[in-house]
């Protein structure tokens, strides 16, 4: 219940401040488990994908952001669980993955922090981890813009347009280095482009 209050305030704060177009949105599974892979440009980037999605899908944030116990309570409420950024997080990867077992979506950025650019070094080889251990689809996605609305070290947001891409699923059936498969979907990421064709506004229905 709180997720999707949570979720219909977002979608009006979205149309006030960050109006968006979505592309793509038919290579997104409509029931089952899959990862959402993004770039990560601002802080309203997991807001924006879990608007554009539609679906109850899982988050992970950075552990500080749970020391507050009455956001930890909200972060919990709206699917968050906490990662520790700076090194290999096994509890949070356990938790990935029995999330995405359970049936649930999970967003994740493979350069793990905001990053306009990230180079091969930048790309964090947790979700080719993921990706090995449980053989979900992992959806790209690109987010153009909402480094506009909110970029790194601004305490005001300014109103741009934003959109969001979504590309065909991609799936790994052969074993690979974990780190290969975590920049091959950071290339894929990073191919996306807005298509001139049928880009769909804002919020439209829901799927629980």
């Known amino acids: 219940m709180f997720y999707w209050f949570a979720f219909s ?17 038919q290579h997104i599974p409509s029931s089952g488990s899959f990862i959402l892979a993004s770039n990560h440009l601002s802080n309203l980037d997991p807001f924006l994908v879990g608007l554009a999605v539609q679906r109850r899908i899982s988050y992970m944030a950075k552990d500080v952001l749970f020391k507050n116990k009455i956001l930890a309570f909200l972060l919990k409420k709206v699917e968050t669980f906490p990662v520790h950024r700076d090194g290999g997080d096994i509890k949070a990867l356990r938790e990935s993955l029995r999330r995405l077992k359970a049936g649930s ?13 990230p180079g091969s070094a930048d790309i964090k080889a947790g979700i080719g981890f ?22 790194r070290g601004a305490r005001r947001v300014k109103r741009h347009p934003i959109d ?7 799936t790994f059936s052969e074993e690979k280095d974990y780190s290969r498969i975590s920049a091959e979907i950071m290339a894929r990421i990073q191919a996306l482009h ?9 919020i439209e229905e829901r799927h629980i």
């Open 9 to 25: 305030c977002l979608s009006l704060l979205s149309k006030i401040f960050c109006p968006f177009k979505v592309y793509g949105r």
């Open 105 to 117: 979506p999970l967003l994740l950025f493979p350069t793990g922090t905001r990053m306009p650019s």
């Open 130 to 151: 993921l990706v090995t251990h449980i053989r979900v689809p992992v959806v790209p996605v690109r987010i153009i813009g909402s480094d506009h609305v909110l970029p």
């Open 164 to 170: 969001i891409v979504f590309g065909e699923a991609m």
């Open 194 to 202: 807005p298509q001139e064709t049928a880009p769909r506004s804002g």
